[in-house]
């Protein structure tokens, strides 16, 4: 709008400000002390005319010119003005609308501008109404969280219907920059700057909850540390009024009589007398009692050479293994030999650390328990898994706020005595990030040649750990730091057999599960063969976890359907019951083919959850002659896989038995194999769990091979071995745990590398006795083996009288 009285159009004095966004209905006291900005305020002054009022983009430049100055301000009217001695002047402006400078009409004496209003919204709409409601309403929050702001400027907005004055008024009173300040004075939407002062709002809003909180919090650590230091002095004079000072361990007396009890190192000693001279100078009120009292209880609060029984009693250790656990007959022999060195050593251990490695659920933190069971020591379990900061081992310096000492140190406070029985559990599962490295903490910790002088930061003094029983548990061998993994001694527990679950489900699992189902042993009985088809059907694992949680759903059905419809106990669950209990059947042995398939073959695979039986997929399709490995493959296997084509591809092109197996198809030509235009394509399902390693390259080049040559491969027939672009089958390891999948799969035949046969004698009888076993050194020698029909017909006998015995 233009004034009464003022021509539209008129060139007006410009003055440019610094540090101040000037909006509409708002009154700005300003100093002017610059000879344009004067001369600019005398002339609106003295025609009683406007004045533009724009920012500076950047606050420092004493001279602007028109490229300095933000082309939107606020048209204003000098309402007061007063002149100071020193020339300057004192003005106090209110602004009225926003404005665009359309052009610089002079800069001398002082900036005259032409300017045009920036458009506003005449009918505000339904949502424009709705978001200035919005606006106040959050803006009355804000003013009641900033001290700074006055009640009264809520008060205004609350009164103002316009949108485009609650916009300005919201944003005048915004404590936020000039530069989002001026970003909310330049946008001439009136919706779109409703909803950007909302998204200020929310941001000042979150930040000054966050202060607040802030400083509740630090408030009351502070009231709670005089409130406490307050009682204790209270109790402090209390006592010495009934004549029992010193009766408390927390006072001073009371800290010296704990050290000289203990045997401390003389490092340790002189800590702790330094302490407790620091401790008797300080002011009771002081923050910094606590940091002390707390550094001393931990400091003698350690056993300093207090002992738990080391009697080693093999046989009776022995005894226990056997009732706590089943099978695990290598594990147990080894912990066995391990505790007879101890005795005959006379010391509490040799040098070295006992590492239990296999799939979840085998009972490798069990047997660790029943270890310190057995010797009657105090059992401490550290849980390492997803611990990133080296302080959690060395524990932190004590100028941290909320300094404690680390894993170790605090185990043996539980302990209270020096030769515990200490499980590190989940040993591959540590992280590391800027906080440091805790394998490399744990280093210190595990080498029996350092650990008798461990510095942990808290403590700020050595103590000795040579006499902890160290156990540590890994899922997967490979995880672990090479230079951790050198102060181990690894003993592997491979998966369980049938016969082994099903006798740990009748000894162990089913009393537990019934005791803590609130049932009587007996309650809940298994038919002929229910057990067996529960493991086979239910389960597909290494350990006995997923097992024990089918029988815990078992023995709670059974005792609901007690309790609501009265049924008699105990209950026999047979067989053919198990769907009712558990639903169908999740794994069967049918599962896998039972007709030979072009390109499909099966690998043998070990990861950290034991042995896996996988589907290898090949086909050869319209392409670009290329090899497609899809299905998350890691690099290695990536390279296996590309070393078998090239080996299959040798073959058809050296060997006249391929070729022949070759006349049919369309990829021979001219006597040579020609697959431009075709794409060899190998899939291995389960496309979202990643999958690494050599030992599937055999696998790999059968079902090549099968796809290229069109030649069914027989099912059930498993095979594993890395293979070499000249065809040789080389060793590979995790033997037992894929025999163990292989049985457990429904697999009928397996071939292995010739060199991995002493390894068979490592896995049970029961389950080779189920395994055709095939030794083969090379590629040729296993395709008799693996194809069916007329192709196998087709493979000459490359099998000379003592290769054949290898068959098994």
Known sequence: MTPPGEAPGRALPLLPTRGLVLFPKMLAPLFVGRGRSVRAVERAFGEQSPLVLSAQREPGVEDPGPDDIWPVGTKARVLHLSRLPDGSMKVLVEGEERVRIVRYEATEPCFLVTAAPLPRQRRPTARTRSLARRVRDVFARYVDLHPQ???????????????????????????????EKQALLATESTEQRLVALLESLAEEIAALDLEQEIGRKVQERIERGQRQALLREQLRVIRDEIGEAGGGEDDDEGYRGRLAALALSPAARALAERALRRLSELPSLSSEVAVVRGHLDTLLGLPWGRLAPSEVDVAAVARHLERTHHGLRDVKDRILEYLAVCRLRGADQPATILCLAGPPGTGKSSVAQSIAEALGRPFVRVALGGVRDEAEIRGHRRTYVGAMPGRIIDGLLKAGVDNPVVLLDELDKLGSDWHGDPAAALMEVLDPAHNHAFRDAYLECEYDLSRVFFIATVNDVDAVPATLYDRLEVIHLSGYTLTEKLAIARRHLLPRVARDSGLRPGDVRYGRGALAR????????????????????????????????????????????????????????????????????LGLAYTADGGEV??????????????????????????????????????????????????????????????????????????????DGPSAGLALAAAMFSALTGVPLRPRVAMTGEITLGGRVLRVGGLKEKLLAAARGGVRTVLLPATNRPQVGEVPAEVTARLRLVYVTSFAEALPHVLAGRGRMGVPDLLSGDDARRRG
């Open 149 to 179: 702001l006055p009640d009264e400027a809520q008060d205004v907005v609350q009164q103002t219907e316009d949108p485009d004055e609650v916009a300005d008024i919201v944003a005048a009173h915004l404590q936020v920059g000039d530069e």
């Open 534 to 601: 529960l493991i086979r059907g239910y389960t597909r694992e290494a350990g006995v976890r997923e097992l024990e949680r089918c029988l815990r759903r078992v023995a709670r059905k059974v005792a609901r359907r007690h309790l609501e419809s009265g049924l008699a106990l105990p209950v026999t669950v047979a067989a053919a019951d198990l769907g009712d209990y558990l639903g169908p059947a999740p794994w069967e042995e049918e599962s896998l083919p039972r007709r030979a398939r072009v390109g499909e073959s």
């Open 614 to 691: 996988l589907t290898i997929e090949a086909a050869v399709v319209k392409g670009r002659g290329e090899l497609v490995l899809t299905g998350q493959l890691g690099d290695v296997m990536q390279e296996s896989a590309t070393a078998a084509w090239g080996h299959v591809l040798r073959l058809a092109e050296t060997e006249p038995w391929v070729r022949r197996l070759l006349r049919r198809s369309p990829y021979l030509r001219d006597g040579a194999v020609d697959l431009s235009g075709h794409d060899v394509r190998v899939h291995v399902p389960e496309g979202a769990v990643p999958k």
